[in-house]
C-alpha cells in the first residue's frame, strides 16, 4: 500500500514552491508550518526571510499568498500580523486525505523512513542471580518501545540484552553451590511442571544470602571461592557448568517478568557480558598498541583532558585491572567491535540509566581514539532518570530496601483490575482479569513513557490507574468507547464523504490524525516515545470533544452517521497503532 502525503506535507510543497516563484534565493527555504489555532496552520518562515533579503515582511508574505490559487486543499491564505500566513483548507481535503489513510489498515498511510539503516539497541539488561528492579523496568519499557518506533520505520534493529552474567560475584556462588549440589533442585521436580520465575528467584535469592554470609564469616570459604574466579576465567568446564545453572535459572524469572510485562524477549537476543570474554584480550591489546590506553600502577588505563576527579586528578577509565581482571568497560569496548564489526551498525543505543553516564562517555570517547567509532556509526545513551515514590525520594520499601519488581507490577494489576470490575458490569472474572492485566501494565508502561525519559518521576499508582488525565487508562478507554459505538451502528459501516461540510471539532480531529505519521518519524529519529504518548492523549482529548458536539449515530443524514462512523473507526485504528508503538494493548471492550 502506498503511504499517503501527509496534509502538512502538501501544505508546505505548495508554500515552498510560491515562496521561491516569489522570491528566488528562498528556494529549499522550509515555510515553517505549524498547526494553528486562528487557522489549521501558519506558516512563519516569511520573517526571517524578508530579513535576510531585506525586504518588507509584509510585502514579501502578500506576493506569496498572490502566487497560491486557492482549490482542492488550500481554501484560504491571509497574510496576518507582521507578516504571518494563515492557511485554511478545505474539508474535502482533510477527509480525502483520512480516506486513503483508512485505504492502509496495516500502515494508516505512514512511510518509510528515506534511509533506514542498522540500529543495535542495548535494554532490558537486568543481573544473573538478582532480582529486577524499577531501573530494570524503565530500560525494558523504554528499550521496547524504542525498538517498536524503529522497526515501524523499516530500520533493521539488532537487540541485545547485554545481561551481568559475569564477574567476581560468581566465584562465590558457584563455590558454594558446589558445596551445596542440591541448592538449586526444584521443589516441583517432576519433569511436567514448569519451574516458576518465582521458584527460580527465590532459589537464586537463598543461595546468595548464604552464599554472602559464608563468605563474610568463614576465611577458608573465601579463598576457595577467589579460586573459583581463577577457574572460570580460565574456563575450568566444571565450574562452567556450574555457572552456566546460574544463568539458566536467573533466565526461567526474567522471562517471567518479561511475559508479565507483556513484552517479547528472544533468548537468543541475550548476549551478556560473559558473550564478549573471547574478545577481551584483543581489546586490551588493541588499545596499548595504538597507545589509546596506557599502563598506570599496572592497571590498563585511557585519561581523558575533560575528565577529572573532585581533587583535579585525570579520572581514568580501567579497561584492564592490574591483577589481570577485566571489567565492564572491556565488556563494553568489545561489545562495540562486536556491533560495529560483525553486525555492521549505523547506529548503537544504549537504554541504561542515567547514573552511568559517566562510564559511558568514557567508553565511546575511547572507541572514538581506537577509530571503532567515526563518523558513520553513532552511539548514543538514552539515559533515563530515577524512579521515585511518592514522597520524591528514590523508591523504595518502608524498610529501606530495593522494591522488587514483581511485587510493583502485581500492585498494578491488583488496582487495575479493580478499576475494570467497578466500570464494567458485564464482564466475566476471566476477562476483568485479563483486562486488569492490559490495564495495570499498559499504566506502568504509559507513565514511564510519557515523560521524557531523562527525567525522574514518581511511581504513583493512583494517579496511573486514573480514569482522568494523561493516563493510559483514559486512551484505552476512548479506545473502548469507540469500539462500542461501532458495534451498535450494527448494519451501517464507516464511510467516508468527502462533498461533506465538517464541524470544527471534525476537522481538529481529522487534522491531528493526519499528523500520525509526522509524530511518528519524529518519535522515532529522536527516541522519543513520550513524543507518541503525548499526541495520543492529545488525539483522545480531540476525540473526546468531537464526540460531545457532533452526534454519530443520531447525525442527520445517513451520509453524516457514515462519514462520523469512519471518523471514528480511523481514530480508534490511530490510537491501536499508536498504543502498540509504546507496547500498550487496546482491549475492544472496558
Ligand atoms: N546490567 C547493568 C545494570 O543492571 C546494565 C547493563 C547496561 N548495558 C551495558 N552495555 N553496559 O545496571
Redesign the pocket.
Same mark, same amino acid.
Given at each position: 500500500m502506498a503511504s499517503v502525503q501527509s496534509l502538512t506535507a502538501s501544505v508546505n510543497q505548495r508554500l515552498a514552491d510560491a515562496l521561491a516563484s516569489a522570491l528566488p534565493e528562498a528556494d529549499g527555504v522550509d515555510p515553517l508550518l505549524r498547526r494553528s489555532d486562528r487557522a489549521d496552520f501558519q506558516a512563519n518562515g516569511i520573517l526571517a526571510l524578508a530579513k535576510k533579503a531585506k525586504a518588507n515582511p509584509r510585502e514579501l508574505a502578500t506576493q506569496v499568498v498572490a502566487r497560491i490559487t486557492a482549490g482542492d486543499v488550500i481554501k484560504d491564505v491571509e497574510v496576518s500580523g507582521p507578516g504571518f500566513l494563515n492557511i485554511t483548507l478545505t474539508d474535502k481535503a482533510i477527509t480525502e486525505n483520512l480516506a486513503a489513510r483508512y485505504a492502509d489498515p496495516q500502515r494508516l498511510g505512514v512511510p518509510y523512513a528515506d534511509a533506514p539503516g542498522t540500529t543495535v539497541i $542495548?535494554y532490558a539488561?537486568?543481573?544473573v542471580a538478582k532480582e529486577m528492579h524499577v #531501573?530494570?523496568l524503565r530500560?525494558a519499557v523504554i528499550g521496547d518501545s524504542v525498538v517498536q518506533l524503529l522497526e515501524f520505520t523499516g530500520e533493521n534493529v539488532v537487540r541485545?540484552h547485554?545481561? #551481568?552474567d559475569w564477574g567476581t560475584q560468581f566465584g562465590m556462588l558457584i563455590q558454594y553451590l558446589d558445596e551445596h549440589p542440591h541448592e538449586l533442585d526444584h521443589k516441583a521436580g517432576t519433569e511436567d511442571t514448569a519451574v516458576s520465575g518465582e521458584e527460580a528467584m527465590s532459589n537464586l535469592d537463598r543461595l546468595y544470602k548464604a552464599a554472602r554470609r559464608l563468605f563474610d564469616s568463614d576465611e577458608e570459604f573465601k579463598t576457595r571461592a577467589r579460586r573459583r574466579v581463577v577457574d572460570l576465567q580460565a574456563g575450568d568446564p566444571h565450574t562452567l557448568a556450574m555457572w552456566q545453572k546460574f544463568v539458566d535459572e536467573s533466565k526461567i524469572y526474567f522471562f517471567s517478568v518479561f511475559e508479565k510485562l507483556d513484552m517479547e524477549v528472544r533468548d537468543p537476543d541475550i548476549v551478556g557480558e560473559s558473550g564478549y570474554n573471547d574478545m577481551l584480550a584483543e581489546t586490551c591489546r588493541l588499545l596499548e598498541e595504538s597507545g589509546v590506553a596506557v599502563r598506570s600502577e599496572g592497571a590498563l588505563c585511557v585519561f581523558f583532558d575533560d575528565i577529572k576527579g573532585p581533587d583535579g586528578n585525570p579520572v581514568p577509565l580501567i579497561v584492564q585491572k592490574s591483577d589481570g581482571g577485566y571489567g &565492564?568497560a572491556a565488556? $563494553?569496548l568489545s561489545?562495540i567491535r562486536d556491533r560495529v564489526f560483525n553486525l555492521k551498525a549505523n547506529s548503537l543505543i &544504549?537504554v541504561? $540509566?542515567a547514573r552511568?553516564s559517566l562510564?559511558?562517555k568514557m567508553v565511546f570517547e575511547t572507541a572514538r581514539k581506537a577509530g571503532w567509532l567515526n563518523g558513520d556509526v553513532k552511539a548514543y545513551q538514552l539515559a533515563f532518570g530515577t524512579v521515585l515514590g511518592k514522597d520524591g525520594k528514590p523508591f523504595k520499601t518502608r524498610e529501606g530496601e530495593t522494591v522488587r519488581l514483581v511485587d510493583l507490577l502485581d500492585e498494578a494489576i491488583d488496582r487495575a483490575s479493580a478499576v475494570v470490575r467497578e466500570k464494567a458490569l458485564d464482564l466475566s472474572e476471566e476477562e476483568i482479569a485479563e483486562r486488569g492485566a492490559q490495564v495495570g501494565i499498559g499504566a506502568v508502561k504509559y507513565a514511564d513513557l510519557s515523560t521524557s525519559a531523562n527525567r525522574d518521576y514518581k511511581f504513583d499508582l493512583d494517579q496511573m490507574v486514573s480514569l482522568n488525565g494523561d493516563t493510559s487508562v483514559y486512551l484505552q478507554y476512548a479506545y473502548a468507547r469507540i469500539q462500542s459505538i461501532l458495534r451498535k451502528a450494527d448494519g451501517t459501516r464507516p464511510q467516508a464523504h468527502p462533498e461533506l461540510d465538517l464541524h470544527e471539532a471534525e476537522r481538529a480531529l481529522g487534522l491531528h490524525v493526519d499528523a500520525f505519521a509526522e509524530t511518528v518519524a519524529e518519535a522515532a529519529t529522536e527516541y522519543a516515545p513520550h513524543k507518541l504518548a503525548a499526541y495520543l492523549y492529545q488525539l483522545a482529548s480531540l476525540y473526546t470533544s468531537f464526540y460531545d458536539k457532533c452526534p454519530v449515530l443520531k447525525a442527520e443524514t445517513g451520509e453524516q452517521i457514515e462519514n462520523r462512523l469512519f471518523l471514528c473507526d480511523i481514530t480508534a485504528r490511530t490510537l491501536h497503532q499508536g498504543m502498540a508503538l509504546l507496547g500498550i494493548r487496546t482491549p475492544e471492550r472496558l
Amino acid at each position: 500500500m502506498a503511504s499517503v502525503q501527509s496534509l502538512t506535507a502538501s501544505v508546505n510543497q505548495r508554500l515552498a514552491d510560491a515562496l521561491a516563484s516569489a522570491l528566488p534565493e528562498a528556494d529549499g527555504v522550509d515555510p515553517l508550518l505549524r498547526r494553528s489555532d486562528r487557522a489549521d496552520f501558519q506558516a512563519n518562515g516569511i520573517l526571517a526571510l524578508a530579513k535576510k533579503a531585506k525586504a518588507n515582511p509584509r510585502e514579501l508574505a502578500t506576493q506569496v499568498v498572490a502566487r497560491i490559487t486557492a482549490g482542492d486543499v488550500i481554501k484560504d491564505v491571509e497574510v496576518s500580523g507582521p507578516g504571518f500566513l494563515n492557511i485554511t483548507l478545505t474539508d474535502k481535503a482533510i477527509t480525502e486525505n483520512l480516506a486513503a489513510r483508512y485505504a492502509d489498515p496495516q500502515r494508516l498511510g505512514v512511510p518509510y523512513a528515506d534511509a533506514p539503516g542498522t540500529t543495535v539497541i $542495548d535494554y532490558a539488561q537486568p543481573n544473573v542471580a538478582k532480582e529486577m528492579h524499577v #531501573g530494570h523496568l524503565r530500560s525494558a519499557v523504554i528499550g521496547d518501545s524504542v525498538v517498536q518506533l524503529l522497526e515501524f520505520t523499516g530500520e533493521n534493529v539488532v537487540r541485545r540484552h547485554h545481561i #551481568g552474567d559475569w564477574g567476581t560475584q560468581f566465584g562465590m556462588l558457584i563455590q558454594y553451590l558446589d558445596e551445596h549440589p542440591h541448592e538449586l533442585d526444584h521443589k516441583a521436580g517432576t519433569e511436567d511442571t514448569a519451574v516458576s520465575g518465582e521458584e527460580a528467584m527465590s532459589n537464586l535469592d537463598r543461595l546468595y544470602k548464604a552464599a554472602r554470609r559464608l563468605f563474610d564469616s568463614d576465611e577458608e570459604f573465601k579463598t576457595r571461592a577467589r579460586r573459583r574466579v581463577v577457574d572460570l576465567q580460565a574456563g575450568d568446564p566444571h565450574t562452567l557448568a556450574m555457572w552456566q545453572k546460574f544463568v539458566d535459572e536467573s533466565k526461567i524469572y526474567f522471562f517471567s517478568v518479561f511475559e508479565k510485562l507483556d513484552m517479547e524477549v528472544r533468548d537468543p537476543d541475550i548476549v551478556g557480558e560473559s558473550g564478549y570474554n573471547d574478545m577481551l584480550a584483543e581489546t586490551c591489546r588493541l588499545l596499548e598498541e595504538s597507545g589509546v590506553a596506557v599502563r598506570s600502577e599496572g592497571a590498563l588505563c585511557v585519561f581523558f583532558d575533560d575528565i577529572k576527579g573532585p581533587d583535579g586528578n585525570p579520572v581514568p577509565l580501567i579497561v584492564q585491572k592490574s591483577d589481570g581482571g577485566y571489567g &565492564y568497560a572491556a565488556t $563494553d569496548l568489545s561489545a562495540i567491535r562486536d556491533r560495529v564489526f560483525n553486525l555492521k551498525a549505523n547506529s548503537l543505543i &544504549y537504554v541504561v $540509566d542515567a547514573r552511568q553516564s559517566l562510564h559511558f562517555k568514557m567508553v565511546f570517547e575511547t572507541a572514538r581514539k581506537a577509530g571503532w567509532l567515526n563518523g558513520d556509526v553513532k552511539a548514543y545513551q538514552l539515559a533515563f532518570g530515577t524512579v521515585l515514590g511518592k514522597d520524591g525520594k528514590p523508591f523504595k520499601t518502608r524498610e529501606g530496601e530495593t522494591v522488587r519488581l514483581v511485587d510493583l507490577l502485581d500492585e498494578a494489576i491488583d488496582r487495575a483490575s479493580a478499576v475494570v470490575r467497578e466500570k464494567a458490569l458485564d464482564l466475566s472474572e476471566e476477562e476483568i482479569a485479563e483486562r486488569g492485566a492490559q490495564v495495570g501494565i499498559g499504566a506502568v508502561k504509559y507513565a514511564d513513557l510519557s515523560t521524557s525519559a531523562n527525567r525522574d518521576y514518581k511511581f504513583d499508582l493512583d494517579q496511573m490507574v486514573s480514569l482522568n488525565g494523561d493516563t493510559s487508562v483514559y486512551l484505552q478507554y476512548a479506545y473502548a468507547r469507540i469500539q462500542s459505538i461501532l458495534r451498535k451502528a450494527d448494519g451501517t459501516r464507516p464511510q467516508a464523504h468527502p462533498e461533506l461540510d465538517l464541524h470544527e471539532a471534525e476537522r481538529a480531529l481529522g487534522l491531528h490524525v493526519d499528523a500520525f505519521a509526522e509524530t511518528v518519524a519524529e518519535a522515532a529519529t529522536e527516541y522519543a516515545p513520550h513524543k507518541l504518548a503525548a499526541y495520543l492523549y492529545q488525539l483522545a482529548s480531540l476525540y473526546t470533544s468531537f464526540y460531545d458536539k457532533c452526534p454519530v449515530l443520531k447525525a442527520e443524514t445517513g451520509e453524516q452517521i457514515e462519514n462520523r462512523l469512519f471518523l471514528c473507526d480511523i481514530t480508534a485504528r490511530t490510537l491501536h497503532q499508536g498504543m502498540a508503538l509504546l507496547g500498550i494493548r487496546t482491549p475492544e471492550r472496558l
